[in-house]
């Protein structure tokens, strides 16, 4: 699977897609210059495959790449992957 993320600034969300079809989805908000990261779905057939991991890392590398701003997982999955995955911690610290 090859993610591509879409930033879908009109829905306030980052899309992941492997082609045409959507993978899944984080939707986001900014508070006091930190990009909040509030919810994040995958399509009911995608779930428990790995999918939701690998869109939360195609999408943590795309902000990593694209905004400065600090990032603060409040979506339990996210926060989650997250502490497993300690390589994305300095997008929590960024200033």
Not at 6 to 24: N, P, V
Request: proline share 5%.
């Amino acid at each position: 699977m090859s993610l591509t993320v879409t930033h879908e600034a009109d829905a306030d969300r980052y899309a992941a897609y492997d082609g045409d079809e959507l993978q899944g989805w984080i939707i986001y908000d900014h508070a006091g210059g930190t990009l909040r990261l509030l919810h994040a779905e995958v399509p009911p057939l995608k779930r428990g495959k790995g999918v939701g991991g690998a869109v939360v890392q195609a999408i943590l590398q795309e902000l990593r790449e694209t905004t400065s701003d600090p990032v603060q997982p409040i979506c339990g999955f996210v926060a989650s992957w997250m502490r497993q995955h300690p390589e994305y911690a300095d997008l929590s610290s960024r200033r």
